[in-house]
């Protein structure tokens, strides 16, 4: 395979389809391959997994010549963006099965955030008290479902689409449900640091269901 300026990668694939279609094979001949090392190891991702997110990935890329800057390799950013079409569509197949009322059904279940301090065992009962206590009382069914859903992992795409909503608007319903939730806790005597590091520090093992001990 001949390397390409990225003057001559965006000129060969902006040719009209017959022109341009070497140029187009050798790209998916690229993504494939970088798709292939970033995902080698991953259970159930076979080669006609991959073929299929190469598919996906490489029309994304030439849907996107037009954001190219040229910060780097054509080849490095056409993978870049490759990797991130692929991760998201795994995702998406490992939630597509697992419904919002399966998430949702109880809110006593895990919710993976962090306790203010783990070590504080009073403290952090009352925090989680509060938490359940907030999600019960306090935010609409909409938002409970939609921030639970994205508490315990599941991705935003999947949560929009069983909401039938789009992801801007998904985002604003997931923000509100936050403020309240921050507004409840700190009504509850929790300080803003407290809450920063519930909301924002990754979870060492997800927060115990409600009454946990």
Do not use: C
Not at 26 to 50: F, N
Not at 65 to 92: K, M, P, Y
């Amino acid at each position: 395979m001949s390397e390409r300026t990225n003057e001559e990668w965006l000129r060969l694939l902006r040719e009209p389809e017959a022109q341009a279609s070497a140029a187009v094979a050798e790209l998916r001949d690229v993504v494939r391959g970088g798709l292939r090392r970033a995902l080698a190891g991953r259970a159930g991702v076979g080669d006609a997994v991959i073929d299929d997110l190469t598919q996906d990935a490489t029309l994304k890329v030439l849907g996107a010549l037009d954001s190219f800057r040229g910060a780097s390799r054509f080849t490095t950013w056409a993978i870049t963006i490759a990797i991130r079409v692929a991760l998201t569509e795994l995702r998406r197949a490992r939630w597509k099965d697992v419904s919002l009322d399966q998430m949702t059904e109880s809110a006593g279940g895990p919710i993976p955030i962090a306790a203010p301090d783990a070590s504080a065992h009073v403290a952090r009962e009352r925090m989680i008290a509060a938490l359940y206590q907030v999600l019960d009382t306090e935010l609409t069914d909409r938002q409970r479902r939609a921030l639970i859903a994205e508490l315990r992992g599941m991705p935003q795409a999947a949560i929009a689409e069983q909401l039938g909503t789009t992801r801007n608007a998904l985002y604003k319903l997931t923000h509100d449900a936050r403020l309240k939730l921050r507004e409840g806790l700190a009504a509850a005597g929790f300080g803003e640091d407290d809450v920063r590091e519930a909301f924002d520090t990754p979870s060492q093992g997800g927060m115990p269901s409600r009454g946990a001990p």
